[in-house]
């Protein structure tokens, strides 16, 4: 009888090891995701507000990278694609005309000072 008891003994420690395990590897778990999504947010830098100088700097970019003036690091070096560079200046004007006597002056005087900007570019390149 002491051998049986001592059997069913050592199971409940095994068991209590075991729960004390699974809680261990769960707690990791949860650290190691948040880690990984700190990374992720942190990687990328916080998102700027959503207005009208992030709307001309997301196609000021697109126009740039188009031109290849802009490169992603690691890969390789390509041919400026004029007609998507043409595509995003374009739009930039549509805006332009778009917004006109609607925009504060300082909001005009970027968008202008962009376009001028980005079409001398474009000249250069295409010529």
Do not use: C, H
């Not at 650290?31 to 001309?56: D, S």
């Not at 041919?79 to 595509?87: I, R, V």
């Not at 005309?97 to 968008?111: F, I, M, R």
Request: net charge negative; aromatic share 4%; no cysteine.
């Amino acid at each position: 009888m002491a051998n049986a008891e001592k059997e069913k003994k050592e199971e409940e420690k095994k068991i209590i090891i075991d729960e004390d395990w699974k809680q261990e590897a769960q707690k990791e778990k949860e650290i190691l995701a948040a880690e990984e999504e700190k990374e992720e947010t942190e990687g990328r830098g916080p998102i700027p507000p959503g207005n009208f100088a992030a709307l001309v700097s997301m196609l000021t970019t697109q126009a740039l990278f188009a031109m290849g003036f802009l490169k992603i690091k690691g890969q390789e070096e390509r041919e400026p694609d004029l007609e998507l560079a043409k595509y995003n200046i374009d739009m930039l004007a549509t805006l332009e005309e778009k917004t006109k006597g609607n925009l504060t002056e300082q909001e005009q005087k970027v968008l202008a000072d962009t376009l001028s900007d980005l079409r001398m570019s474009y000249v250069r390149i295409a010529g």
